[in-house]
């Protein structure tokens, strides 16, 4: 018996046993907790996990459960953190409404690219997510006046959260901050994917060919899930130009784009918290691996990603999933 | 809705043309499929009735000519609309959502008929009416007690009743069956063309079949495809007793009807 087929008595009770918050989902919050009694030291990286952890949430809301694979997510990061970080370099340093806006300005520029991802699959929608990554990255570099170019953006200025909370040097407001939005934007998330919305996107994924014989109108729905995922991605941005105080290109590069893709891969997609898992396994491994030898560092990325995909199809959490069901009771 | 005027057909294409290539599959193809009846589609493999399905439900375009709907023209409406405005299809090849249970996607069509499929801001439980409506399609196709393990799972007969249980979910005004018995085994066959025989006669339904006992029984009319074209149409006595038909369809040592 799997986890999903405990007794239910009717189709209600079935959905709602469906979205039920489960124990495991709770310890796991309580854990992100951590690091404020185990490793005061590395809450800076605590702060950076967080962010690039919503950043991967953005990702699976599009590809987990849509199916729609992009190697171009960072622009929307870039998009993000540059609208928050230039925002604040002329004089509104307010982060709340600054988050907002690296959100607005991501959202709109996924509103208006998703007319043309909606339409294409395959090779050639990871294309042309790629190729908007590029062009946005390279219009970056070029408008220095702007963004400050290969230089990076400098002179950001944040000030303190309600007018009370400073970002300090040991990053305690800076993982609070992160890991609150963090939250917020997994509640949302999981409250997408919970929705009737939530099913049709799995259903684009297992089927793009039924869709429309459902009378389902997919491009649509495409449309909207990439504009609440680039508003999302743009709000990730936004987090670590505040809470670093400067924008570097780096945002916006294809980098970027590519390692969230493996820490999805790595943790899981389509299951809310792989990115989360995948993300704090790729960048505590990168802090430990890349003080030792950091030339080497992608070669145990490269590995550790061809084994995963190999034996764990769903990732780190698919296999433990598994493991779980298995050690539950025989099927 | 006011009253449907029932001398307008439920369906109907005029003159629709399409060629892949150099290879014309559809020539000339005008058909009507009057309100409640059922209909049979038969014709040698490659002869082009999934095309024309294809066509009618705008998978594909045609090169020319017209499909109506109930008197509207639809030739330019997406799929996704036409299914809005009760055109509905299954396929002959399995084209499901493997992963969903098969309560999931039921529910998921329903949501889309209701337009509730939209809504990213509420939880499928306040949705559980949608949920009902499906649990009870999956049991008057007896297909409740799988309602709640993945499609992939379910036994291949069950997955060809779940083709028609998605259909039936969008409630179809017309439903064109593509074999819905393909490689279900000869006994299951026509229990499961009787369940397609006992649907409300509000639906009109023309079906494509391979077993000729079976396109007997249950169709009111036939209409035979060959190479792209309809060679003929008729009532199942005038088609058994059409020497044309023996000679390209039932000539080729398949079973006659007796
Ligand atoms: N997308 C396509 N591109 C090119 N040729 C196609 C395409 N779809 C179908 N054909 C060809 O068109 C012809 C008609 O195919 P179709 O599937 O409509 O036949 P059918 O009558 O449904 O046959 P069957 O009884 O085997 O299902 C075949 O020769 C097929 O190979
Ligand atoms: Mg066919």
């Known amino acids: 018996?799997?986890?999903?087929?405990?007794?239910?008595?009717?189709?209600?009770?079935?959905?709602?046993?469906?979205?039920?918050w489960r124990v495991l989902e709770v310890a796991f919050w309580l854990c992100t907790l951590l690091p404020y009694f185990l490793f005061p030291n590395y809450l800076v990286l605590?702060?950076?996990?967080?962010?690039?952890?919503?950043?991967?949430?953005?990702?699976d809301l599009i590809l987990g459960y849509a199916g729609i694979v992009s190697l171009g997510h960072a622009a929307f990061f870039g998009l993000g953190a540059y609208a928050a970080g230039i925002l604040s370099k002329h004089?509104?340093?307010?982060?709340?409404?600054?988050?907002?806006?690296?959100?607005?300005?991501?959202?709109?520029?996924?509103?208006?690219?998703?007319?043309?991802?909606?339409?294409f699959r395959h090779l050639t929608l990871i294309?042309?997510?790629?190729?908007?990554?590029?062009l946005l990255h390279e219009a970056a570099n070029s408008a220095h006046f702007l963004t400050g170019g290969a230089d990076g953006l400098q002179g950001v200025k944040i000030w303190k959260i309600f007018g009370l909370y400073g970002f300090d040097l040991w990053g305690y407001t800076a993982y609070t901050y992160s890991l609150i939005v963090l939250f917020l934007g997994f509640l949302l998330a999981r409250r997408i994917t919970n929705s009737p919305f939530g099913l049709a996107l799995r259903g684009i994924r297992e089927n793009a060919v039924r869709m429309p014989a459902i009378g389902a109108p997919s491009h649509a729905h495409?449309?909207?899930?990439?504009?609440?995922?680039?508003?999302?991605?743009?709000?990730?941005?936004?987090?670590?130009?505040?809470?670093?105080?400067?924008v570097a290109l780096e945002v916006l590069s294809f980098q970027r784009s590519?390692?969230?893709?493996v820490m999805l891969v790595l943790g899981g997609a389509g299951m809310l918290y792989g990115g989360i898992v995948g993300s704090a396994i790729f960048m505590i491994a990168r802090d430990q691996f890349s003080g030792i030898n950091p030339q080497y560092w992608y070669f145990w990325i490269g590995l550790l990603l061809i084994v995963v995909v190999m034996v764990l199809p769903n990732g780190v959490l698919g296999g433990l999933k598994k493991l779980f069901t298995t050690w539950r009771g025989p099927s | 809705?006011?009253?449907?005027?029932?001398?307008?057909?439920?369906?109907?294409?005029?003159?629709v043309d399409k060629s892949f290539g150099s290879l014309v599959v559809a020539k000339g193809i005008s058909l009507t499929l009057p309100q409640g009846e059922r209909y049979a589609l038969i014709g040698p493999n490659g002869a082009g009735k999934t095309t024309l399905i294809n066509l009618m439900t705008g998978m594909l375009n045609p090169d020319n000519g017209r499909i109506f709907l109930g008197g509207d023209d639809i030739t330019t409406l997406k799929p996704d609309a036409r299914v809005k405005r009760g055109l509905v299809r299954t396929f002959q090849i399995n084209t499901l959502f493997?992963?969903?249970?098969?309560?999931?996607?039921?529910?998921?069509?329903?949501?889309?008929?209701?337009?509730?499929?939209?809504?990213?801001?509420?939880?499928?439980?306040?949705?559980?009416?949608?949920?009902?409506?499906?649990?009870?399609?999956?049991?008057?196709?007896?297909?409740?007690?799988?309602?709640?393990?993945?499609?992939?799972?379910?036994?291949?007969?069950?997955?060809?009743?779940?083709?028609?249980?998605?259909?039936?979910a969008t409630k179809p005004k017309v439903l064109l069956l593509d074999e819905p018995a393909a490689g279900v085994p000869h006994e299951e066959s026509s229990e499961l063309f009787s369940v397609i025989a006992e649907l409300s006669k509000d639906i009109a339904i023309l079906f494509i079949e391979h077993d000729m006992n079976v396109v007997f029984r249950f169709a009111s009319r036939i209409i035979v495809m060959v190479g792209g074209a309809i060679l003929v149409d008729g009532t199942p006595d005038e088609i058994a007793a059409d020497p044309r038909v023996r000679e390209v369809y039932l000539g080729k040592g398949h079973r006659a009807h007796g």
């Open chain 1, 1 to 20: 018996m799997s986890l999903t087929t405990d007794p239910v008595s009717g189709p209600y009770q079935y959905l709602k046993a469906q979205s039920r």
């Open chain 1, 46 to 59: 605590a702060s950076q996990i967080a962010i690039t952890a919503l950043f991967a949430l953005s990702l």
């Open chain 1, 91 to 119: 004089g509104w340093g307010e982060p709340i409404t600054g988050l907002i806006v690296g959100g607005v300005i991501a959202a709109l520029v996924g509103y208006a690219s998703s007319f043309i991802i909606s339409r």
């Open chain 1, 127 to 134: 294309m042309i997510t790629l190729g908007l990554g590029l």
């Open chain 1, 222 to 246: 495409i449309r909207k899930i990439y504009t609440i995922s680039a508003a999302m991605a743009g709000v990730a941005g936004a987090l670590l130009a505040q809470t670093t105080e400067t």
């Open chain 1, 258 to 261: 590519a390692d969230t893709l």
């Open chain 2, 1 to 15: 809705m006011s009253a449907p005027d029932k001398t307008i057909p439920a369906l109907s294409t005029q003159s």
């Open chain 2, 98 to 168: 493997p992963h969903l249970t098969a309560l999931e996607s039921v529910t998921l069509a329903i949501c889309e008929r209701r337009g509730d499929a939209g809504v990213w801001w509420k939880g499928l439980p306040s949705y559980h009416r949608d949920a009902e409506e499906a649990y009870g399609i999956l049991s008057s196709l007896k297909l409740s007690p799988v309602a709640y393990k993945p499609t992939h799972e379910l036994a291949y007969g069950q997955q060809r009743l779940l083709e028609i249980a998605l259909a039936l």
